[in-house]
C-alpha cells in the first residue's frame, strides 16, 4: 500500500441505471492517495504519525495535480479512501452541494443533499454533483474536527487544505443521467431477533485488550445470524473499524432500529471517546476452521497487530466451536 498505486472492483446489479453509469465520461472512479517522493522521485517512508504514514503529495488515480474533462450535466464520483492513514473532508472549493447516493456496500434510499464528506481509509462513498458550461470547480479536502489535541489532529491530515482534482465542464453539456428521487437498496436489518450483543472496545493498538494472534478465535457466530456490535473507541486518537465477509447497518444511540440514510456499510470511522452500534447480518457460509478478520483499517495499527478474528459456524455449534486454545 505504500509502494504501489490501488484500483477498485465496479459491483452493478442492474439497478439505478437513472443514475449517471457511462463509465469513464459521466462515472468516475477517484482514488485517493497521499504519497511522500525522494529526490530520485521515487516512494519515500517519511512522514509517519500517530495514524501511520501522511504523505505531501496526493495522487488522484496514480495522477498528481489531474482534472477530469466534463461532457454531461451530471458527474458521478466513485470515491474511495486508498490513503493508509489519511483521513479526507470532502468538499468543493465553491461549497457547492453534491448528492450521497451511495456508501462502502450499496446506495442509500434517497439521495442526501451536503456539502462535506468525512472519508477515513478504505471507505468508499459515491456521489452525483451538478455542472454547469463552462465551470471548473476543484474537489479538495479542508480541516475536520475529531475533539483532539492539535499534535494528534496533525497526524491525521486534520489541519491539511489539498486541492485534489479539478473537474473542468465543456461549453456544451449534454443531459447525461439524473438524480432519482428514490433509489432502489435493501432494507433496513430488522432486530427482531438479535443472536447475540458483543462489545468490541478499541484502544491503542488493541482490541479488547489483546493484539491479533493466529492461533486464538475471538468470536464464534452463527451463519445466517444477526448480531448488534457495539464498538467504543477509547483511545484518544482516531480508528476506524473493518468488518471482513460482511456488511452492516449503523443504529443511532436509543433507536431500534438502523438509520438507512447511513447506507451500508463494511468500514466506519470512530472519532477518540467515540461509540457506535452495528447491526450485523452474518453471511449462510459455514466454515469453523478458516476465520474472518475484523480490524482497524489505518494500515499501521493493523499492521502492528490491531486485529482480532471470528469464525461462521452452524447456529447450533455456536457454543461448541473452538476459541481460545
Known amino acids: ?4 498505486l490501488a484500483g477498485l472492483f465496479y459491483l452493478d446489479d442492474g439497478t439505478n441505471r437513472d443514475l449517471p453509469h457511462q463509465y ?3 462515472d468516475v472512479p477517484i482514488i485517493l492517495q497521499d504519497r511522500s517522493f525522494d529526490s530520485r522521485g521515487r516512494f519515500s517512508q517519511r512522514g509517519r504519525a500517530v495514524t501511520g504514514l501522511l504523505g505531501d503529495k496526493i495522487l488522484v488515480n496514480g495522477t498528481y495535480n489531474p482534472y477530469v474533462p466534463v461532457t454531461t450535466r451530471r458527474v458521478r464520483l466513485r470515491i474511495l479512501d486508498a490513503s493508509t492513514a489519511r483521513i479526507y473532508h470532502l468538499a468543493f472549493a465553491d461549497d457547492r452541494d453534491f448528492a450521497l447516493i451511495a456508501t462502502d456496500s450499496g446506495f442509500v434510499p434517497s439521495p442526501v443533499g451536503m456539502r462535506r464528506l468525512l472519508l477515513s481509509p478504505a471507505e468508499r462513498a459515491e456521489i452525483v454533483v451538478n455542472l454547469r458550461p463552462g465551470e471548473q470547480p476543484v474537489f479538495r479536502s479542508i480541516p475536520w474536527n475529531l475533539n483532539m489535541m492539535a499534535p494528534l489532529t496533525n497526524g491525521a491530515g486534520g489541519n491539511d487544505h489539498l486541492d485534489l482534482l479539478q473537474l473542468q465542464a465543456g461549453n456544451s453539456l449534454a443531459e447525461g443521467g439524473r438524480i432519482p428521487e428514490r433509489l432502489e437498496t435493501s432494507s433496513p436489518i430488522a ?3 438479535v443472536a447475540a450483543r458483543r462489545t ?3 484502544d491503542g493498538r488493541e482490541i479488547n485488550g489483546h493484539q491479533m494472534e493466529m492461533s486464538r478465535i475471538d468470536a464464534v457466530v452463527g451463519a445466517g445470524t444477526t448480531e448488534l456490535w457495539t464498538v467504543r473507541n477509547t483511545h484518544n486518537q482516531p ?3 473493518h468488518v471482513h465477509g460482511v456488511a452492516f447497518q449503523t443504529v443511532p444511540a436509543g433507536a431500534s432500529t ?4 447511513l447506507g451500508w456499510k463494511d468500514t466506519v470511522l470512530l472519532a477518540g471517546g467515540e461509540a457506535v452500534q452495528l447491526a450485523i447480518n452474518f453471511p449462510p457460509y459455514q466454515d469453523p476452521l478458516t476465520p474472518y478478520m475484523y480490524h482497524c483499517h489505518l494500515m499501521w495499527h493493523e499492521d502492528v497487530g490491531m486485529m482480532a478474528q471470528f469464525t461462521v459456524v452452524d447456529p447450533d455449534q455456536v457454543e461448541s466451536a473452538p476459541r481460545d486454545p
Do not use: V
Open 1 to 4: 500500500m505504500t509502494r504501489g
Open 24 to 26: 469513464g465520461i459521466d
Open 191 to 193: 432486530l427482531d431477533h
Open 200 to 202: 468490541i472496545q478499541l
Open 239 to 241: 480508528h476506524n473499524f
Open 258 to 261: 438502523p438509520d438507512p440514510q
